[in-house]
């Protein structure tokens, strides 16, 4: 609901069905069962692992060296700041050493404070989603601790020694830095796909640049680890190369996520017409064809008022999600603002592009976003445009499919239109 809805419900004494503040609530009730049990397990391991640990200090020592090298690290990235869409932060580096040389209970702390300081000193997000987070990488460190301490009882009291006396323990070290990384990408990508159960389970697991970080975060964080049983004060000639590292790494994502539209994760405009300008130009070179969609939701404003801006979110990222699904992985795919996207299409003639088209707004069709008062459902009109049949280049292929999404709005919306057919001209006599 809006807020003048929730005045007015408020004014006739029915309750709201969401608490004002519990955004979890208005999410698919598969996700909120989910995201419950993650993070009652993990509070319940807390507890009785912490009232059963012995108090040792330098087990405590050690905690907390690695803690404030943590804090060192997000204080340092701190004024590159972390938007939308940037989503690796290398603290796996400080999180995974304790996992290693510490008893479970300290790798199931350990992600509290470090994101508590994120969501308050680098960027808020959604509270449910930061605490479900921090709970999936707790439950990821406690498995890496067992596992690892199952070979190598007590790192820190053996010193460096462990690692050359005892045959298995590297390799162990490094099987458990893995079942972190594992358990850690599948808790989450379960609840990713539990949100949006028409993403693909690729797009939610793994790609080539995720798995090279996540070996990047594996390899520093058994380095950290071993330099911690050699010596605490080594941590600080490790200190710095890991912030170093996680700068680049923040600098790297930060010009990424300049290129893309933060709310849905597609191309923006300007990033869109660059690389449609780069496909246009190879089109040319051949005879290959090339299409060009522009897709629009229909009555998004209703959408907005009916269920509130929040739920208007989640249908262009529905939205989003679906073109994204349903394209091929070299097709162009940006949003140009509001509710409108665009999608170019090489090599795609006339029937394929009407037919992608057809496809794309028969799945459109069939979502439907969880809100406080039901589902949100949605349309959309789609206008297509060709290469050579439409227009020469990028500023004519826009007017016509533009020109084709106006004759699909005026006919009723839901439904795919191309150009109108240009009348013949005149013959000279």
């Known amino acids: 609901m809006t807020a003048v809805h929730q005045s007015a419900a408020g004014s006739r004494g029915d309750v709201p069905r969401t608490p ?3 955004p979890l609530l208005t999410q698919p009730v598969a996700l909120v069962g989910y995201v419950v049990a993650v993070v009652a397990l993990h509070l319940a391991l807390v507890i009785e692992q912490g009232a059963h640990i012995p108090f040792r200090p330098n087990h405590v020592i050690t905690f907390v060296t690695l803690l404030a090298c943590g804090t060192v690290c997000i204080e340092a990235s701190r004024r590159l700041g972390m ?29 509290i404070p470090l994101q508590a300081l994120l969501q308050f000193r680098v960027r808020r997000t959604l509270l449910y989603r930061r605490v479900f987070v921090t709970s999936a990488l707790g439950l990821a460190g406690a498995a890496a601790s067992v596992v ?23 390799l162990t070290a490094i099987a458990a830095a893995v079942l972190f990384i594992v358990v850690n990408t599948g808790l989450v990508a ?7 159960p028409e993403t693909r389970w690729r797009e939610v697991l793994w790609n080539r640049e995720s798995l090279t970080l996540d070996i990047v ?32 790494l923040l600098h790297q994502q930060l010009q990424a996520a300049a290129r893309t539209d933060a709310k849905t994760g597609l191309l923006n405009a300007a990033a869109w017409q660059r690389e449609a300008d780069t496909e246009l130009s190879r089109a040319r070179r051949t005879t290959v064809p090339l299409a060009v969609l522009i897709i629009d939701i229909d009555h998004f404003k209703r959408v907005n008022d009916t269920h509130g801006h929040l739920v208007g979110d ?6 989003a999600n679906t073109l994204v699904s349903q394209l091929r992985d070299y097709d162009v795919v940006g949003r140009f603002g509001g ?6 299409l090489p090599g795609a003639d006339t029937v394929e592009a009407c037919r992608v088209a057809e496809r794309l707004r028969n799945r459109v069709r069939r979502l439907a976003v969880p809100a406080e008062d039901g589902t949100a459902t949605v349309t959309i009109s789609v206008g297509v445009s060709l290469f050579r049949t439409h227009g020469q280049d990028l500023i004519e292929l826009m007017a016509a499919a533009d020109l084709a999404l ?3 709005k005026e006919s009723g919306r839901d439904r795919v239109c191309l150009p109108a057919a240009r009348p013949n001209p005149p013959q000279p006599v």
């Open 190 to 196: 379960v609840a990713a796909h539990s949100a949006a």
């Open 314 to 319: 989640q249908v262009l990222i529905a939205v």
């Open 148 to 170: 690892f301490h199952l070979v190598v009882p007590d790192p820190l009291d053996s010193g460096v020694d462990w690692v050359v006396e005892i045959p298995a323990a590297l």
């Open 339 to 344: 509710e409108e996207f665009v999608a170019l």
């Open 20 to 22: 004002p503040g519990w």
């Open 217 to 248: 975060e594996l390899c520093v964080g058994v380095i950290v680890a071993i330099t911690c049983t050699d010596s605490l004060g080594l941590l600080v000639l490790a200190l710095p190369p890991v912030v170093l590292l996680q700068r680049s």
């Open 83 to 111: 938007p939308a869409g940037v989503a690796r932060d290398l603290l796996s580096a400080w999180w995974l050493p304790a996992a290693l040389l510490l008893p479970p209970f300290y790798a199931l702390l350990m992600p």
């Open 406 to 408: 106006y004759r699909a």
